[in-house]
């Protein structure tokens, strides 16, 4: 995936809408075959800048280049993307095969073709027998596999999805999720989807922009984005993290020395150069909790406020001697791994500095 060639280039792209700056200066290589995310909070100006990719919205600075062509001035009709909308937007007094086939039907593909198309379509989103049925006598998630085949049988070279998932319940949207990243592995065409939902973003793909207030934070993996998130935000948006506030004290050999709140002096594998004040970061995963003090780099007294099941896994939050309170994630061998501590006992805390992360913002 690495060595592919950049398919979508988005250069210092800007939206304004009169006094709103819906995109700021935005710089982002999507690469062919990548599944890529663009991920933030409502407002962030991810969908705005999927629908400047798709030609619904002109930058008001910068350039978008597809496929090597600059895309400045073309029409959506004139571009190698299709887009699937958060609605799905299905035609209901069509049936499922003249909903797939009607961007076919508008350009003029030859009948012989259209039926090939729809029948190809139909296959790759697993609805072959749903041909002759109507929108109303589909499932939601049928629904949007109709969306899709209609966009995928056009053949684009980027495929657009905006918040394709969100009408879905919980269950149904864990199914489409790996549903749709294994169709992309099958076709192998650059799929780029707009989401707030972080778990979705890292479950379906191979790298993520995530943004806050129409500027791009940070571009990497599912991996990078989680272990090594570039400041607060990011950490604090991708998956559960504790925080704690620090001071930077000095410089050692193997690190950087920190003053912080309630542990004292520790020092952390930091090769930057961190100043002033800090935050320290621990996701809740890599703390242990126990009856007895454990060996560990950082150890901490505390006292259970809440906890909550969730089968495989608790999540509980202990109010430490040390300041802030922090959250714990273990896994459950049994019930009675929960059993085990109550609202109120006193515990330890522990976690090594190696899975600590030092933030500046």
């Known amino acids: 995936m690495n060595g592919n060639p950049t398919i979508v280039s988005i250069e210092g792209v800007t939206k304004r809408?009169?006094?709103?700056?819906?995109?700021?200066?935005?710089?982002?290589?999507?690469r062919e075959g990548e599944f890529f995310a663009l991920l933030g909070p409502s407002g962030c100006g991810k969908t705005t800048l999927l629908r400047m990719?798709?030609?619904?919205?002109?930058?008001?600075?910068?350039?978008?280049?597809?496929?090597?062509?600059?895309?400045?001035?073309?029409?959506?009709?004139?571009?190698?993307?299709?887009?699937?909308?958060?609605?799905y937007a299905v035609f209901p007094h069509m049936t499922v095969a003249e909903n797939v086939a009607y961007?076919?039907?508008?350009?003029?593909?030859?009948?012989?073709?259209?039926e090939r198309r729809v029948r190809e379509g139909l296959d790759l989103v697993r609805l072959s027998g749903f041909a002759d049925r109507r929108p109303d006598q589909l499932?939601?998630?049928?629904?949007?596999?109709?969306?899709?085949?209609?966009?995928?049988?056009?053949?684009?070279?980027?495929?657009?999805?905006?918040?394709?998932?969100?009408?879905?319940?919980?269950k149904l949207r864990e199914a489409m999720q790996l549903e749709l990243a294994n169709l992309q592995a099958r076709i192998g065409i650059t799929f780029v989807i707009v989401t707030h939902d972080q778990d979705e973003a890292l479950s379906m793909a191979d790298r993520i922009a995530v943004m806050r207030e129409g500027r791009v934070e940070q571009i990497d993996t599912p991996?990078?984005?989680?272990?090594?998130?570039?400041?607060?935000?990011v950490a604090d948006f991708i998956g559960k993290i504790n925080l704690i506030g620090a001071r930077v004290v000095g410089a050692?050999?193997?690190?950087?020395?920190?003053?912080?709140?309630?542990l004292g002096r520790l020092v952390l594998p930091h090769?930057?150069?961190a100043a002033g004040e800090v935050h320290l970061a621990i996701r809740p995963e890599k703390i242990r909790i126990g009856r007895e003090r454990p060996g560990t780099d950082v150890a901490v007294r505390g006292k259970v406020t809440d906890w909550?099941?969730?089968?495989?896994?608790?999540?509980?939050?202990?109010?430490?001697?040390?300041?802030?309170?922090?959250?714990?994630?273990?896994?459950?061998?049994?019930?009675?791994?929960?059993?085990?501590?109550?609202?109120?006992?006193?515990?330890?805390?522990?976690?090594?500095?190696?899975?600590?992360?030092?933030?500046?913002?």
């Open 53 to 87: 990719i798709a030609g619904l919205e002109e930058p008001t600075e910068g350039r978008i280049v597809i496929d090597g062509r600059d895309m400045t001035g073309v029409p959506p009709n004139r571009r190698p993307v299709n887009m699937v909308f958060q609605s």
């Open 139 to 170: 499932s939601g998630g049928q629904r949007q596999r109709v969306a899709l085949a209609r966009a995928l049988v056009k053949r684009p070279r980027v495929l657009l999805l905006d918040e394709p998932l969100s009408a879905l319940d919980a």
């Open 271 to 273: 090769g930057g150069g």
């Open 308 to 361: 909550a099941y969730y089968g495989d896994i608790s999540h509980m939050y202990v109010e430490t001697e040390a300041g802030p309170r922090l959250s714990v994630i273990f896994q459950n061998a049994t019930r009675r791994t929960v059993d085990a501590f109550d609202i109120g006992d006193p515990v330890w805390l522990g976690w090594n500095t190696a899975d600590m992360l030092l933030l500046e913002e």
């Open 17 to 30: 809408f009169g006094s709103v700056v819906a995109v700021d200066d935005a710089d982002i290589e999507i």
């Open 252 to 262: 050692e050999a193997d690190g950087v020395a920190v003053e912080a709140r309630g």
């Open 103 to 114: 961007g076919l039907v508008v350009t003029g593909t030859p009948r012989a073709e259209i």
């Open 223 to 233: 991996g990078g984005l989680y272990e090594t998130p570039g400041n607060r935000f």
